[in-house]
């Protein structure tokens, strides 16, 4: 927060239009501190919304969102998600999704889909890195080539219950903690994969499932926040209900007993992911601001 204040007060005086990325958790005070002072020296603010928890912020509150999303040039929404839940409140929104360089994601069609899962997010909570174990232990009931690769920096005591339940289960040589990977380093590990996993409790539109789609990889979610904003179920990936691994085992056995299936998601997702080209994001990003 000190090296915000302090880069702002360094370039406010160069400043035509501050970008400020706002999220529902500590972030959100980040935002709302960030935004008065554009508010105090009359410099026009966009928050790009991200956190798929922001709407139960605004419920929570509602006065201090007003201070931040009101008085803003515009609000940036990667997700129809978000633009709902902002333009049900009040607040002006205009959606620009999340970009990748599609040039570095590789295209892989998965024909043949092996019990191979991969898991990239930061280890914590919100995104309940336990379920991935929990449906692993699902799936190491039916079939005996299952492995999990969970790729992420720690970010708090979840990878306790991780490791707790990885030694209660039995499940060491299944299972492999990678630690946060550069993304270059773990786009290259992704080809030995068949399925992605994405276990959050709360999400917008993450640019992993992004990336995993433009590789080609099927991806299994929960349906929470604006991943049905991003995921067709049955067509560009596979959607289930929030901390139910049961499910999430049942739908990525779907995929490994239906090889066409598999395939199907994986060609659609690659063009859906396309739709989020930086070319194409960067036209909507120029409109706003100017070239």
Same mark, same amino acid.
């Given at each position: 927060?000190?090296?915000?204040?302090?880069?702002?007060?360094?370039?406010?005086?160069?400043?035509?239009?501050?970008?400020?990325?706002?999220?529902?958790?500590?972030?959100?005070?980040?935002?709302?501190?960030?935004?008065?002072? *554009?508010?105090?020296?009359?410099?026009?603010?966009?928050?790009?919304?991200?956190?798929?928890?922001?709407?139960?912020?605004?419920?929570?509150?509602?006065?201090?969102? #007003?201070?931040?999303?009101? #008085?803003?040039?515009?609000?940036?929404?990667?997700?129809?998600?978000?633009?709902?839940?902002?333009?049900? *409140?009040?607040?002006?929104?205009?959606?620009?999704?999340?970009?990748?360089?599609?040039?570095?994601?590789?295209?892989?069609?998965?024909?043949?889909?092996? *019990?191979?899962?991969?898991?990239?997010?930061?280890?914590?909570?919100?995104?309940?890195?336990?379920?991935?174990?929990?449906?692993? =232990?699902?799936?190491?009931?039916?079939?005996?080539?299952?492995?999990?690769?969970?790729?992420?920096?720690?970010?708090?005591?979840?990878?306790?219950?991780?490791?707790?339940?990885?030694?209660?289960?039995?499940?060491?040589?299944?299972?492999?903690? #990678?630690?946060?990977?550069?993304?270059?380093?773990?786009?290259?590990?992704?080809?030995?994969?068949?399925?992605?996993?994405?276990?959050?409790?709360?999400?917008?539109?993450?640019?992993?499932?992004?990336?995993?789609? *433009?590789?080609?990889?099927?991806?299994?979610?929960?349906?929470?926040?604006?991943?049905?904003?991003?995921?067709?179920?049955?067509?560009?990936?596979?959607?289930?209900?929030?901390?139910?691994?049961?499910?999430?085992?049942?739908?990525?056995?779907?995929?490994?007993?239906?090889? =066409?299936?598999?395939?199907?998601?994986?060609?659609? =997702?690659?063009?859906? =992911?396309?739709?989020?080209?930086?070319?194409?994001?960067?036209?909507?990003?120029?409109?706003?601001?100017?070239?």
């Amino acid at each position: 927060m000190a090296e915000m204040i302090c880069k702002f007060f360094i370039n406010s005086g160069k400043i035509d239009i501050l970008l400020i990325d706002t999220y529902g958790t500590l972030n959100f005070w980040y935002a709302l501190i960030i935004s008065q002072l *554009a508010n105090w020296f009359k410099i026009p603010y966009v928050p790009i919304l991200h956190g798929g928890s922001l709407p139960q912020r605004i419920k929570a509150n509602p006065r201090l969102c #007003k201070m931040i999303f009101s #008085k803003s040039l515009k609000n940036i929404a990667p997700s129809g998600y978000l633009k709902e839940a902002f333009s049900g *409140a009040g607040f002006p929104t205009i959606t620009i999704p999340n970009f990748i360089n599609l040039k570095k994601y590789g295209f892989k069609k998965r024909i043949v889909v092996d *019990a191979r899962i991969l898991w990239v997010r930061s280890i914590e909570d919100v995104y309940n890195p336990a379920m991935a174990i929990k449906t692993l =232990a699902f799936l190491n009931k039916k079939f005996h080539n299952v492995s999990l690769c969970m790729i992420g920096p720690v970010k708090d005591k979840s990878i306790d219950e991780c490791h707790s339940i990885v030694k209660k289960l039995d499940l060491s040589d299944k299972i492999e903690f #990678k630690g946060r990977l550069e993304k270059s380093e773990w786009i290259a590990l992704s080809k030995d994969f068949d399925i992605f996993l994405n276990t959050a409790n709360y999400d917008n539109t993450p640019v992993s499932l992004i990336e995993a789609m *433009a590789l080609g990889l099927p991806v299994v979610s929960t349906n929470v926040g604006g991943i049905p904003y991003l995921i067709d179920d049955g067509e560009t990936g596979l959607l289930v209900e929030r901390d139910n691994a049961e499910e999430m085992s049942a739908a990525i056995c779907r995929l490994i007993e239906n090889p =066409a299936l598999a395939a199907k998601i994986s060609t659609n =997702a690659r063009i859906k =992911a396309e739709e989020f080209d930086v070319g194409k994001v960067m036209e909507q990003w120029k409109n706003l601001l100017g070239d």
